[in-house]
């Protein structure tokens, strides 16, 4: 009875959510640590936001239990949203409110995949998508692209992964880790493969709106019509409105599959916390100014933080345009003495652990999206910190 199940014991920890509860831990012990590990904004929920959850706290309407798949004018904004953002028209009835983006990807999985089903990951990819994909018994097939194609999918890789078993291929732009916004044309090719080959095409566009230069996120659905039916939009209030804390995420499916999502969830968590989803309505109902003043700021700290890692002897970083992440390779790091110590670090993943005990610098390893020798830096944090950040990073490694 000791014994936990195969199932749990065959997933691998969030080493996101790891280095970041490790750096912190080291905070809350009164070390100075600077956090590039954090996947979520530095701003605040902007105040329409919260002041639409203090006045739902105060109304006894919303101590009851939502209906299953969320608020009935949630799901409502939601859709008008989609029509709006990915560019298609889609009913209420097509929207599971769910517990972040997170429980979307997992529900996702759960509804569609039977054992030993393959799920195709196009690699760097976000920690936990593999793992949503063994908790639901299919097979991640990973597919790698560097940072020498800017992380761009290869279709021609894709179509040697693909075998008989393939069910689904997760696009993921703005990308989590490597901040690559995918170019119409690569997108546009994918959707049209998997529209030949009846693939599910997962599209978490959780970092829309997050995107500089002349980058522009296309959306699968808009680019690709005739994808629609086999398509399932990932996203959630975390990145656009400053709001990860409150635990809001959906997906957007074809009728069956948000039915079956939606059964799910019955059994799983009955709904989203009614004052949440309160708070998420106000958000999805009202302007994007806040998240163009936070891109404004990211902007930013991105140019700030490629040129300080590109200044590093050993780190090379190609520009992002997306989300809020820089993915520098850093192999010209590894088997030299390092900081005052001479610590050697053979891999990413002892690079991180050295550079945050050495240095008190909190950075994810890329062996925790599937890509060895590249470290992720969040650069949602503040110009001071993310100058002095950078500054121990240099006289660490130089
Ligand atoms: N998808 C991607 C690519 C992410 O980076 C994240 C959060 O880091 C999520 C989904 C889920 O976010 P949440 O569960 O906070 O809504």
Known sequence: WQTLSDRINNVAPSATLAVDSKAKAMKAAGLDVIGFGAGEPNFPTPDYVVDAAAAACRDPKNYKYTPTPGLPELREVIASKTLRDSGFEVSADQVVVTNGGKQAVYSTFQVLLNDGDEVIIPTPYWTSYPEAVKLAGGKPVLVFAGG?????PDLAALEAARTERTKAIIVNSPNNPTGAVWSPDTITAIGKWAVEHHIWIISDEIYEHLNYDDAKTTYIGAAVPE?????????????????????????????????????????????????????????????????????????????????????????????????????????????????????????????????????????????????????????????????????????WAN
């Not at 020498?148 to 761009?152: I, K, L, N, S």
């Not at 109902?285 to 200044?311: H, S, T």
């Open 148 to 152: 020498d194609r800017g992380f761009e």
């Open 227 to 395: 994808c629609r039916d086999q398509l399932i939009i990932l996203n959630g209030v975390a990145k656009t409105y400053a709001m990860p804390g409150w635990r809001v995420g959906w997906l957007v499916a074809p009728l069956p599959v948000a039915k079956a999502a939606s059964k799910l969830q019955g059994h799983m968590t009955s709904n989203v916390a009614n004052v949440s989803q309160r708070a998420a309505l106000a958000a999805v109902a009202g302007p994007l100014d806040d998240v163009y003043a936070m891109r404004e700021a990211f902007d930013v700290r991105r140019k700030a933080i490629v040129a300080a890692l590109n200044d590093i002897d050993g780190v090379v970083c190609p520009t992002p345009t997306g989300a809020f992440y820089a993915f520098a390779d850093v192999t010209g790091l590894l088997n030299r003495p390092l900081g005052e110590q001479g610590t050697v670090c053979a891999s990413s993943s002892e690079l991180a652990a050295a550079l945050l005990d050495e240095a008190h610098v909190a950075a994810v390893p890329g062996e925790a999206f599937g890509a060895p020798g590249y470290l992720r830096f969040s650069y949602a944090l503040a110009d001071d910190q993310l100058a002095e950040g950078m500054r121990r990073f240099a006289s």
